[in-house]
């Protein structure tokens, strides 16, 4: 048995109590970072061991992984922040219990682009979640993709990059469409800023940002 398990993505009381009962009872953890999830672990008082299972070594662990889940042990997989599997870890070993017929549970809870969506103010009856955009090959397809959609979008972004795709943003969409960039969400320094992406794009190229950052970008109509 395999458990999703959503972890904070800022504030540590965001998390269910369903979670650290789970977190409790499992054989294992896997963890992106075992150095950040064990503060985690060590503030609910939890002594679960924690194994190494990230992007850099998935391909590597998750036959090992399958073997063990499926003679017995119960394991839980969590990122650094939000929900395994959306723009974090977690997808290719979710694909392997499906193919091995191992069973799998998510639970619900924390992620970024939600409450970035719903604070935003902005159209989220329907909405695309674009993820991290590719840095180099494929960046300026993805833009001009994103341009044509008639309802609100989202996508991840770096500190160090935020204003520059805010202006790319501008670019392609106008630079008078409206956004919202969340950052720090549910953290001591949480921002939201409202304007249009040519605002936005100003804004952040003059400020020194930090932090974990959501832009939402209203559709074409």
Do not use: W
């Not at 720090?184 to 974990?212: I, P, Q, S």
């Amino acid at each position: 048995m395999l458990y999703i398990i959503p972890t904070p993505i800022g504030n540590l009381e965001d998390i269910t109590l369903r979670a650290l009962r789970i977190l409790k009872e499992v054989d294992v953890v896997l963890a992106e970072d075992t150095r950040t999830s064990k503060k985690l672990l060590n503030h609910y008082d939890i002594s679960t061991p924690l194994r190494s299972h990230h992007a850099h070594n998935e391909h590597a662990t998750t036959p090992k992984i399958i073997s063990e889940l499926e003679s017995g042990t119960t394991m839980a997989i969590i990122t650094d922040a939000g929900t395994p599997g959306i723009s974090d870890p977690g997808f290719l070993l979710v694909r392997a219990c499906v193919q091995a017929g191992v069973k799998v549970e998510c639970l619900p809870g924390a992620t970024a682009v939600i409450p970035a969506l719903v604070v935003s103010g902005l159209p989220c009856d329907k909405f695309y979640f674009e993820g991290f955009l590719p840095h180099k090959k494929g960046r300026q397809t993805r833009l001009k993709y994103l341009a044509t959609l008639d309802c609100t979008f989202a996508l991840y972004e770096s500190p160090h990059r935020v204003a520059k795709c805010l202006k790319q943003l501008a670019e392609h969409c106008g630079e008078e469409r409206e956004a919202v960039v969340c950052r720090e969400l549910t953290k001591l320094h949480e921002e939201v800023k409202r304007g249009t992406l040519m605002e936005l794009a100003d804004y952040f190229a003059e400020k020194k940002v930090k932090g974990e950052i959501v832009v939402v970008v209203k559709g074409i109509k």
